[in-house]
């Protein structure tokens, strides 16, 4: 009997040892997997972008003067700034681009204005528009030249400049009467008289509030830019070899006055740059 008691006692107490280590492993493994749970962070979604999808074709409808149909361009790719715009468009943002050009050559603000009010194509284009350029003013300041010749002053220059504003003013009025959503890019005028105009004192300075006007009348239009090109085809050494020469290398050699083509790579970029910054005026539906 006794040896049977100190049995049962034996095997009571292996049974204790035995519960008490499955207890201490099963709580020890739980408190390691709650501290598991504690230290690692739960991993957070992070909200995706929204993406915004383009169009699918884009349109550009060109307005203007000898500028916008491209008078001086090289035979290899002709159309000007304007050609040159919309293979840029089409190669950089990967979207069907197609352009309509509306420049002739000779034209004057109250020209172009004419136009605008009559060409029933461009009434069907301008709508469609998400992209619209303007050259404007090369030829009310040539005209002006015209009309004074060498006595030509500043003050004519200030008091033309007045009047083609409000010129200028009619005519985005009218843009925007066939559409009010597509971005304007209005491109001033440049001095190519560097030679022609050394007479009129401060001849550069009448440039430069010509534009300034032009860029003014702009601002007070919604999604319309300007672009500064007037000092595109001068600096200091252009200026010794056409005083020199009589040739500036950036200009149509037949006129002196339109770009060559290297002039209109020049023009474009700088369209181009505006465009650019500007995508969210015209790319995205």
Known sequence: ???????????????????????YFIRNNQQSESQTTATTPKKVNKPKKKVIPKKKAISIVAIGDSLTEGIGDSKSVGGGYVTRLQSKVQKKYKVKTQSH??????????????????????HQDLPKADIITVT???NDFMHLLQKKGIDLTEGNIADEQVQFDKRLTKLLTDIRSYNSDAPIYLIGIYNPFSIYLSNVKNAKTAFINWNEGSAKVASGFNKTYFVDINNLYQNKSIDKKVKKTGVNPYLYKKD????NGIGYDMMTQKVFDK???????WLFK
């Open 136 to 138: 404007v003013g090369g």
């Open 275 to 281: 465009v650019n910054d500007t995508t969210k005026e």
């Open 101 to 122: 050009n509306y420049g002739v050559s000779g034209d004057t603000s109250s020209q172009i204005m004419a136009r605008i009010e009559s060409d029933k194509k461009m």
């Open 256 to 259: 002196h006055f339109h770009p």
């Open 1 to 23: 009997m006794k040896k049977k008691s100190i049995w049962i006692i034996v095997i009571v107490i292996i049974l204790i040892l035995a519960g008490g280590g499955t207890y």
